[in-house]
T-cell receptor, first 113, second 113 residues
Framework: EAQVTQNPRYLITVTGKKLTVTCSQN?????MSWYRQDPGLGLRQIYY???????DKGDVPEGYKVSRKEKRNFPLILESPSPNQTSLYFC????????????FGPGTRLTVL | DAKTTQPTSMDCAEGRAANLPCNHS???????VYWYRQIHSQGPQYIIH???NNETNEMASLIITEDRKSSTLILPHATLRDTAVYYC??????????????FGGGTRLMVKP
C-alpha cells in the first residue's frame, strides 16, 4: 500500500531534550516536506526536500533541522525543543514538485513541557 | 496564490449530494484549483484538481465556472465518513517554495444520518 508513515504518533517531552520524528514514504517520491498545524494558523511548511541531499527552508524553519540521506526518509529533528513547538506535525510527499497530489502522513502530536 | 473564500460550515444528509462552493475571484490564468480534505486531526487527503474544465474522479466532481472565479466540489453520495474539513486551494502548478500548500479556513462539512 502506498503510504507515508510517521513515528512516533504521539510524544510528550520536556524542554531541551533532543528528539527526532521520522518520516518514510514507499512511493519513490522525490519531493518531501514537513508541516506543522496549529489552531487558527492552518498548515505551515517547516522544511522541504526536492531530492536526496537537497533541502530548503519553508515558512517556519526556526528550531528545526532536517536531513535527506535516502530518498524514502526525511526525519525532522528538534535539537532543543521548546513549548512553542507543541503542535501537530505532518510529513508529506509527492512524485516531484508541481505534481498534483501530495500524500500526507497520519501526523505526530508533539507536546513540549 | 489567489485568495479563496469558503463557507465556514455546511450540513448534508447522508446519501445526498454535498455541494461545497469556493470563491476565487483573483485567480490567474495559470493557477489551478485543488481540493483537499482533513478528517479530524488526520493528515490532509487530496481529492481533485482542475484548471478550467470540469473534472471527475472516483471521489468527487469539480465544477469550475466559465470565468474561473468560483468552483464547486461535489460529493455525489455523501456518507458519514465524508465528515471533514474541506479546503479549496488555488495555486500555480510550478509554484516553487517546495510545492507548499497554503490551507485557509476551509469548510467544515457535517454529514448527518
Amino acid at each position: 500500500e502506498a503510504q507515508v508513515t510517521q513515528n512516533p504518533r504521539y510524544l510528550i517531552t520536556v524542554t531541551g531534550k533532543k528528539l527526532t520524528v521520522t518520516c518514510s514514504q514507499n512511493m519513490n517520491h522525490e519531493y518531501m516536506s514537513w508541516y506543522r498545524q496549529d489552531p487558527g494558523l492552518g498548515l505551515r511548511q517547516i522544511y522541504y526536500s526536492m531530492n536526496v541531499e537537497v533541502t530548503d527552508k519553508g515558512d517556519v524553519p526556526e528550531g528545526y533541522k532536517v536531513s535527506r540521506k535516502e530518498k524514502r526518509n526525511f526525519p525532522l529533528i528538534l535539537e532543543s525543543p521548546s513549548p512553542n513547538q507543541t503542535s501537530l506535525y505532518f510529513c508529506a510527499s509527492s512524485l516531484r514538485e508541481g505534481r498534483d497530489e501530495q500524500f500526507f502522513g497520519p501526523g505526530t502530536r508533539l507536546t513540549v513541557l | 496564490d489567489a485568495k479563496t473564500t469558503q463557507p465556514t460550515s455546511m450540513d448534508c444528509a447522508e446519501g445526498r449530494a454535498a455541494n461545497l462552493p469556493c470563491n476565487h475571484s483573483t485567480i490567474s490564468g495559470n493557477e489551478y484549483v485543488y481540493w483537499y480534505r482533513q478528517i479530524h486531526s488526520q493528515g490532509p487527503q487530496y481529492i481533485i484538481h482542475g484548471l478550467k474544465n470540469n473534472e471527475t474522479n472516483e471521489m468527487a466532481s469539480l465544477i469550475i465556472t466559465e470565468d474561473r472565479k468560483s468552483s464547486t466540489l461535489i460529493l455525489p453520495h455523501a456518507t458519514l465518513r465524508d465528515t471533514a474539513v474541506y479546503y479549496c486551494i488555488v495555486r500555480g502548478r510550478w509554484q516553487g517554495a517546495g510545492n507548499m500548500l497554503t490551507f485557509g479556513g476551509g469548510t467544515r462539512l457535517m454529514v448527518k444520518p
